[in-house]
């Protein structure tokens, strides 16, 4: 049927067409012979193949573009009296005696049109004469276009400034303006009426489609208002807009009424816009509740923030109109007192919209409701977006008014407040827009922090979306530099981001991806590292803060953060190095004894949470800190807290490897510890290290703890007897290597332990241990000559290289001569080829 319907309607197009053509060839000959007769008689012809009421907008509009081309010549015939040797004022009566209403107005519309050009006759009757006339034309199709027709021909004819009037003629840009607003009115009236025809629900919706096409032929009699010289904005105010206004409130339809409202704002002068602000944001809740108001102001609050980014000079006006006001309460709610209507109403009672709502006057106040109220329909997302465009606009035209910015989000807070977490995709993306605005602008997350509806704001987003927010913040914070200096914004911007440093909801471990959670953590570490007053009282109260929050994420971020706030604590105490806290007051500074116990107590929960070897790492580096406070007890405090970790926490055979060699190194650099104390922690090491699980294991971290009986920047510590009781040890815990692995595998394994312990042999003896003397060196190397020689013994490319590499070493020595070459001398080596 649909098939059969556009077959027909193609067919119906080809022949009006071809109507025209055929009349368009008698009239363009009688035009050659200057036959005004025949003239006039083919082309009434010709427009009435234009009566047809069976094409849609669509196809109508290619078949009033030919007839609309073949007229444009017949009015260059019509200009050129001495052609058809009739004046303008006969031809005008003449054209009327056409058989058809329709032809006989195309006509007398293209005769007006030169009418108007030689100003035989006053403009204001012509135009009025015209615009009357066409009222014949009551069906909506044939009298849109016809009006069009009429608006086309004209335009460049109307009276304006440069227009010379006779005396006692009226003013021409006045007469302009109203036959344009008539004319206007006309046809929007005509369009609507389109709509309003009766039928079944799939012609209606064919029907709106339709008027969808035929919306440019009503909105640009706007454009010819906005290009009529003389319309300044006195005129704009007092006639043009209170009239386009009340056509647009009154048709009542949904697709005028947002299509009109848009050529309003796209087509006027952004400076008319601003000083009539009031009036237009008074008809937005007049419009029908199914009206989309919000792009409508969001494009008018577009145009204004543009207007005001063009330059700098135009911001005192958005001052002087109150243009944040005026937009904020129409968003908001507006309570207008009699003497406010009595002064937006014009003098002359231009303003016949304004009319309407005087009917609502209830004890001498006017409650003009705000737009969100009056789209009983408008989604949430409309709501929201629409505070998006109005914070856009404050943050361009007034960046430094902070407290408009916190005033916009306050709004949208109300507008949230009673509903709960948004779970409208589009309304959640639109509350990230409105929360990202102010980052982008400022570029610093200080100014935000400011604002006290920031998180209230941010409270109304899901979990999810909390957290997309709070990663937002971070990375303004990162990528600006921003580094935030007091405990309070501290603990602000804590509680923008807590759905980051704690759990919201009721998720599980498992529904939560590792990735993503790693890359969350890892950037709040980051952050903590953001955070810097170089006043030490106040650093310590952030330090604080930072603590009481992130001691609430649970066992699975503790591992993430607390590294972070360590170090920010370790960076303080480094601070006040020096400081030992014993002054006494009613306000006690901050030391960095005072430091240490707020760290030992994290540690603690940090270690409780089953992160022992990362709480471990921790300690030693508090020891090493208070190694460089010379505080013995606070370091021997945390070296304690160390191997308890150690004995009762790591169980891993490799971790502990790990954890007894990092002990050891931590506890070589260490000088704060008298005799007694570093006897006590070197006793624990080097028990611990020959109780490792595997041979190896034992071997290397017993000869490791030679070092901590001998310190080169230490003289107090060189105790060459222990020393060298390490290394024998060492060489009886490899040899036992060596035999079990003889017995399990049946060859002995590499020599890379002896080979290891040489090296170590030989460091000392460079050092001057006096209890490492040649002949030992001496002998570990025959040792491990015989060791390799043996069949027993597993061939290891790398073991037999790092050996060799070892012998060339002392060879180099006793080549090079010198003191050190002195003592080499006695040691006999042989190097393979």
């Not at 408009?404 to 507008?415: E, I």
């Not at 919201?504 to 570490?525: G, I, P, R």
């Not at 929050?549 to 170090?567: A, C, D, K, N, Y």
């Not at 006793?683 to 041979?695: E, M, V």
Request: proline share 4%; hydrophobic share 40%; glycine share 4%.
């Amino acid at each position: 049927m649909l098939s059969e319907g556009f077959e027909d309607e193609e067919k119906w197009l080809a022949e009006g067409i071809a109507g025209i053509q055929h009349n368009a060839f008698f009239m363009h000959r009688a035009l050659d012979e200057n036959n005004l007769r025949d003239a006039l008689k083919y082309s009434a012809q010709m427009l009435s193949e234009l009566r047809t009421s069976r094409l849609s907008p669509h196809k109508y509009y290619d078949l009033y573009m030919r007839a609309f081309d073949e007229l444009r010549r017949l009015e260059i015939f019509f200009k050129d009296e001495s052609r058809h040797g009739v004046s303008i004022v006969d031809l005008y009566e003449l054209v009327q005696h056409a058989g058809n209403i329709l032809p006989r107005l195309y006509l007398l519309c293209t005769v007006g049109s030169v009418y108007l050009r030689c100003k035989d006759a006053p403009a204001r009757d012509v135009l009025k004469d015209l615009v009357e006339m066409c009222r014949a034309v009551q069906h909506p199709i044939r009298g849109l276009f016809l009006r069009s027709y009429l608006s086309q021909i004209s335009k460049d004819k109307l009276p304006d400034i440069g227009y010379e009037r006779e005396e006692g003629e009226s003013n021409g840009v006045m007469d302009a303006v109203e036959f344009v607003l008539q004319n206007f009115t006309e046809m929007n009236k005509l369009w609507v009426r389109l709509q309003q025809q009766q039928g079944p629900s799939r012609i209606r919706e064919k029907r709106e489609k339709e008027r969808n096409e035929l919306r440019d032929l009503v909105g640009k009699n706007l454009h010819v208002l906005s290009q009529i010289e003389g319309v300044d904005l006195g005129m704009y105010k007092d006639t043009v807009l209170p009239s386009v206004l009340e056509q647009v409130v009154n048709c009542k339809d949904e697709l005028a009424q947002f299509y009109l409202m848009e050529c309003i704002i796209q087509v006027f002068p952004d400076e008319y816009h601003l000083q009539t602000l009031e009036i237009l944001l008074g008809a937005c809740p007049q419009l029908q509740p199914t009206v989309d108001i919000k792009t409508v102001l969001s494009q008018l609050m577009d145009r204004l923030s543009n207007y005001a980014s063009s330059s700098t000079e135009v911001l005192p006006e958005f001052l002087q109109v109150e243009a944040f006001t005026k937009l904020s309460t129409a968003i908001g709610r507006k309570l207008w007192t009699m003497k406010e209507l009595n002064v937006m109403i014009s003098p002359k009672g231009c303003f016949p919209f304004m009319i309407n709502i005087l009917t609502l006057i209830d004890r001498k106040i006017v409650h003009n409701r705000k737009v969100i109220e009056a789209q009983v329909d408008m989604p949430l997302v409309g709501a929201i977006s629409l505070h998006v465009s109005l914070l856009t606009f404050t943050l361009r035209v007034h960046p430094d008014r902070l407290d408009y910015v916190d005033q916009v989000l306050g709004s949208c807070v109300k507008k949230l407040s009673g509903k709960p977490k948004l779970d409208d995709n589009r309304a959640t993306k639109q509350v990230v827009a409105l929360l990202s605005a102010p980052l982008d602008k400022y570029n610093d997350i200080v100014t935000a922090l400011t604002l006290s509806n920031y998180p209230r704001v941010m409270d109304h987003l899901d979990h999810e979306t909390n957290k997309v927010m709070a990663m937002v913040i971070i990375q303004s914070i990162m990528k600006n530099n921003t580094y935030i200096s007091t405990a309070d914004k501290v603990e602000v911007l804590f509680e923008l981001i807590k759905g980051l440093i704690k759990d919201l909801d009721e998720t599980t471990e498992d529904e939560v991806d590792e990735e993503d959670f790693n890359e969350e953590q890892n950037s709040v570490a980051r952050l903590i590292h953001m955070l810097h007053n170089d006043d030490p009282e106040e650093m310590f109260k952030i330090i604080c803060t930072v603590k009481k929050h992130i001691m609430s994420g649970g066992p699975r971020r503790l591992p993430f953060t607390v590294p972070s706030l360590i170090f920010s604590a370790l960076r303080l105490i480094r601070q006040l190095q020096g400081q030992d806290g014993d002054i006494v007051g009613e306000e006690v500074p901050t030391t960095p004894k005072k430091i240490f116990q707020l760290l030992n107590e994290t540690i603690e929960a940090l270690a409780s949470v089953s992160s022992p070897e990362l709480a471990l790492r921790l300690s030693l580096q508090c020891a090493g800190a208070a190694n460089d406070c010379d505080l013995e007890p606070v370091a021997y405090e945390f070296f304690t807290q160390a191997f308890i970790l150690y004995e009762e926490e790591i169980a891993d055979s490799k971790a502990q490897v790990t954890a007894i060699h990092l002990i050891i190194g931590t506890l070589q650099r260490m000088h704060v510890f008298g005799i007694e104390n570093r006897d006590t922690l070197t006793h624990k090491a080097t028990g611990y290290s020959a109780k490792l699980l595997k041979k190896p294991d034992q071997c290397r971290a017993v000869y490791a703890c030679s070092h901590l009986f001998w310190v080169d920047d230490q003289d107090g510590i060189k105790d060459g007897e222990r020393v060298l009781l390490c290394l024998k040890r060492a060489l009886r815990i490899a040899n036992a290597a060596q035999q079990m692995a003889n017995v399990a595998r049946g060859s002995s394994g590499p020599v890379t332990l002896f080979v290891e312990i040489l090296n170590k042999y030989i460091y000392y003896f460079e050092k001057g241990n006096p209890q490492i003397t040649s002949s030992t060196i001496q002998g570990l190397i025959e040792l491990i000559t015989t060791e390799m020689q043996s069949d027993s013994v597993t061939a290891l490319p790398a073991s037999d290289a790092f050996f060799t590499g070892t012998l060339r070493y002392i060879q180099f020595q006793k080549q090079k001569g010198g003191i050190l070459g002195e003592k080499y001398d006695p040691i006999k080596v042989y190097i393979p080829a």
